[in-house]
Structures are given as C-alpha cells and as structure tokens.
C-alpha cells in the first residue's frame, strides 16, 4: 500500500539528504511527494503542500507546467544528449541566441555546466585564466561578499560566507579577500535601503584598496543576498561596485543563480542598476526548475583572450559530461517562450504589489517582526527578540524551524532561514494562493511566538 510512513521509512533506510541534520528526521520524516500541479505538491498520501520556496528557488512556472512538459517530451523523443565538444545540438543554439537578445548589454558567449556551483567555479577559473593570459598573473585572489552565498563546492564554498555552510572547511578552502556588505536592516551608518547613498561601499573601496591590484574577481549576489536571509540592498551598490572593479581591472560576475528570471522584478537583478557585469552565472530558473542546467556568460574581450592557435594552449579545457544536454535546454527554451508569450515578468510585478501589501498588514505590527523586506514576488520577514534593539532569537531555539513544521501540518512549505521566514513562489502564483499562504504562515508563527 502507499502509504506515507512506509515509504519514509525506507528513505531513511537509503537516502543521506541534503543540507539536513539527518536526526530531526526521527521526530519529523521525509515527506514523500507523489506529484505537483501548478504551486502544489501532493505526497503519497494525497496531502497537498502549497510550495511557495519554488523547490529550492528554482521551479518558475509551476510543477508539471503542460508547455514545458510538452517540450521536453519532444525533445526526449528526437536526442537525449550528445557530447558537446566539437558537437553541437539545435536546442542548445536556439536557447544562446533568444538569451542573448534578453541579457544585459556585452554578455555574449555562452559556457553549459550542470548546476550552480559548477557556474560559479567555472567562472573563477575562466576569469583566472584571463588575467594569467593578458599580462596579470600576479591576479590569484578572489573577492566577495560577506554572508555571500555562491553554491557548496570548494571554490564556489571558497566565495561564500555563511559559516553555516564553511566553518568546518576552512583549512581547505581559498584565501579570500572579504568585503563587508551591505545590512540594511541593520545599517551601520543608520541610513534605510530606500534614501541611502550606498556609504557602505568605503568597505568596498577599502579592500579594494588592499586587493584589488592581486584580485582576479569580484562575486556578487546582486540586489539580494538569499541564503544570508534575503537580505536586499539598493541598485546604486551595484553600480559603485562596477566602477571600482572597472578602476581596478577586476571581473564583476554576477551569480544571477537565484535572482535571475524575474525574481527580482525584472528579467535579472543587474538590469535594475543599468549596467552589465562581465560574467554572469545562471541556473535554478533557466529550466524553470526542471533539469540540472547552468551556464556562465562572458563578454567578447574575455572570449577572445582565449582565441588562439592550438598550441599556445589557451583554451578554456573545462568540461562536464553533461553540458548543454539538450533535454535541460529544450525546457529553458520553453521557459523563455512561455515568459514572453505570457507576460510572467511583468504580471508576477503587479501582484507582487499586493503580495508585499497583505504580508506587510500582516505582519508588521508583531512584536517579533523585525523588517519585512521584498523584492519582486521574494518577501521576507526577519524574527526578533527585541525588536527596538533588532535582537534576535537565540538560534538553538530554532524558531524557523518549529514554524517550518507547524506550517507543513498546515499545508504551506515555507523552509526559512534561520529564523527568516520568506515566500519566493512561482511566479505564477494566484491572489487567492498568496491570501492562503500569508494567513497560513501568520497562524504559525503565532502559534509559536504567540499573538
Ligand atoms: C543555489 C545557488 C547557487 C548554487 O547552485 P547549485 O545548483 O545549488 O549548486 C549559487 N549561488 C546562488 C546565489 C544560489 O542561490
């Protein structure tokens, strides 16, 4: 019989699941998901789960989306993958050239990887490569933000700065130049997001200062930091990050993992500060969370420092066996199409105005709410202790997590951030869904904080 506690009984037996303490699962198991249709999971039990995290970010336009289960059906039927160098395929030509008319001016040549941090790594190495083969060698170090988040291998873990993820790792990670980034909630300086000059970036300048001469890169989330809370900070922080990179011959790469695709409003996050990066890392929304894809997008001058004859040996010789399968690129064509023939972009912005609207009614007046801050359809609100002197909770009493699993009684899959809880729903999510999740994520965290 199908029956949820069997088969998360035999999960148990096999699987090691992912950034997960595998011991909570004794008090709270698996749940063993049967099915999706639009917003909603069903387990094998028939339950249904509002999923407004998206499945980790990623799932853009619903579960089992009719148009892209469509392509990829087709595309299964007519070539499952080929090996991609010296190859080529027409699904991975056509999803370049429809990218290349949506992505910020000067993005231009294309890399295929399988997931996030391969982007990310792939990108560190190729912005390495460039600097060793155009007269800078002495450039081997990397900048980023502080609690910046870049993806688990060890030098996308290198870039991040969430200690939850790379404590334990430090005696084998990268030595890494560190810039102390925005915290608009808690702003040094006592400014807000919304009037600021950004003179927050005299951090920024300051190791650049120290740095930038020996600094290959500089990563950044931009506009919002997800996994340090969904933290947001101002356009203007982006442009100003520009112009020392430009003054320091440093590469911008944009990890667009999470923020690319409308989540933040517009197509990418770069295209609210109206300048370009000179790499651009994708993933999570290109398939519209259908198949492990990524790819790295450089400009013209960094193709070219790599253009060559053979035997100068220098050529980008990064590969992974699945690059560009043609299944992962049939369903982010489809992706684009639907998100041009539907208006998504645009339609997700109008009711992220109401979105913001409820939440905020809501919640703001509760004495454990800190900040609710949103961009696009992403809101988060940021639990205190002590909201005048912005304190927060102990963490080892897991507030996020008791509300997480209150909320999953209730049939919402909220998954915060230590105690952030936040919604990135698909951006297709109706009024009525968003009315059901605000009231089901309130009655949480009341029942858990109390009113
Ligand atoms: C998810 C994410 C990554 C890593 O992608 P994976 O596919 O999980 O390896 C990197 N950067 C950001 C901003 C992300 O959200």
Known sequence: MDNVSTWAEKDLKYIWHPCSQMKDYEELPPIVIERGKGIKLFDVNGKEYYDVVSSWWCNLLGHCNPRINAAVKKQIDTLEHVIFANFSHKPAIT?????????????????F??????????????????????????????????DAYHGETIGALSVGGVDLYSEIYKPILL????IEGPDCYRCPYGKCRDNCSCECIEKAEKTFEKFGNETCALLVEPLLQGSAGMRVYPPLYLRKLRELCDKYNVHLIADEIAT???????????????????????????TGGYMPMAIFVTTQKIYDAFYADYNEGRAFMHSHTYSGNPLACSAAIEVLNILEDENIIEKAQEKAIYFNRIIKEKFLLHENVGEVRSIGLINAIELVRDKINKIPFDSKLRTGYQIYKKALQKGVLLRPLGDVIYFNPPLIITPEEMDF??????????????R
């Open 260 to 286: 690319g695709y409308g989540r933040t409003g517009k197509m990418f996050a770069f295209d609210h500060a109206g300048v370009s990066p000179d790499i651009m890392c994708l993933s999570k929304g290109l």
């Open 437 to 450: 999740v605000v009231n089901v994520a309130y009655d949480c965290m009341t029942d858990v904080l109390g």
């Open 95 to 111: 999803l370049c050239e429809k990218l290349s008319k949506v992505l910020p001016k000067g993005l231009c040549k294309f890399n």
């Open 175 to 178: 030595d890494i130049a560190r």
């Open 113 to 146: 990887v399988d997931n996030g941090s391969a982007a990310i790594e792939a990108a560190m190495k190729v912005s390495f490569q460039y600097h060793a083969q155009t007269g800078n060698p002495q450039k081997k170090r990397f900048m980023a933000l502080s």
